[in-house]
């Protein structure tokens, strides 16, 4: 079973340019999340998926953070434009099932987005 | 407030001796509990969770945990410490009463030959 898919592995930008991250989960799998890990600390959510709904944004700044998940696959997470403080490492994770509270989730290895 | 502390931020083990990671909560609800280990580079990985039943759960790689309902904490151990063990491990509680998953700041364990 191949694992969850993230690209790019690392990026490097200046302040106030846009980037984009994506994200391909485990097939099959109904919930998707985006976190944000900042060193040192835990995963933060972003954003948690249900299909291609939307079932938590609560914690995404939507000033310039926005995110899809068009036909309930695969997803994209865009900032626009760049802080510094958003230097962090952005992961994604999928679990299987719609009921997904007990679930474990499965992560991808991560993106590393330097903000300059 | 909801919280998952890791009182620890590293803990050092020599190689065969006995790991505990600690971790304990704070949550309004019935807990979810979960621990993850995160290689360096690589995404985290699941190792085991508590959702009912027994309160010894075991897990990958020779891990297991125990739930302590009245300490309200769920602490890692493994039995005999491997240098391949060496990584960050996270504590994530689900509080069950608004469904937020709370993950701990990380704990690094350092296994010494």
């Known amino acids: 079973e191949a694992g969850v898919a993230q690209s790019p592995r690392y990026k490097i930008i200046e302040k106030r340019q846009s980037v984009a991250f994506w994200c391909n989960p485990i097939?099959?799998?109904?919930?998707l999340y985006w976190y944000q890990q900042i060193l040192g600390q835990g995963p933060k959510l972003l954003i948690q998926?249900?299909?291609?709904?939307?079932?938590?944004d609560s914690q995404l700044p939507k000033d310039r953070f926005s995110a899809e998940r068009l036909k309930g696959v695969d997803s994209t997470l865009k900032i626009q434009p760049a802080k510094l403080e958003d230097s962090a490492v952005y992961l994604c994770?999928?679990?299987?099932?719609?009921?997904?509270?007990?679930?474990?989730?499965?992560f991808g290895p991560g993106t590393r987005l330097t903000v300059l | 407030a909801q919280s998952v502390a890791q009182p620890e931020d590293q803990v050092n083990v020599a190689e065969g001796n006995p790991l505990t990671v600690k971790c304990t909560y704070s949550?309004?609800?019935?807990?979810?509990l979960f621990w993850y280990v995160q290689y360096p580079n690589r995404g985290l990985q699941f190792l085991l969770k508590?959702?009912?039943?027994d309160n010894l759960v075991k897990g990958s790689y020779g891990f297991e945990a125990e739930f302590n309902k009245s300490q309200t904490s769920f602490h890692l151990k493994k039995p005999s410490a491997l240098v391949s063990d060496s990584a960050l491990y996270f504590c994530?509680?689900?509080?069950?009463?608004?469904?937020?998953?709370?993950w701990g700041a990380g704990t690094k364990l350092i296994i010494k030959p």
């Open positions: 508590y959702i009912t039943g």
């Open positions: 994770a999928s679990s299987t099932r719609e009921d997904s509270h007990y679930n474990e989730q499965f």
């Open positions: 994530a509680v689900r509080d069950m009463s608004n469904y937020q998953l709370i």
């Open positions: 998926f249900q299909n291609n709904g939307v079932v938590d």
């Open positions: 097939s099959g799998h109904a919930t």
């Open positions: 949550v309004s609800g019935n807990p979810y």
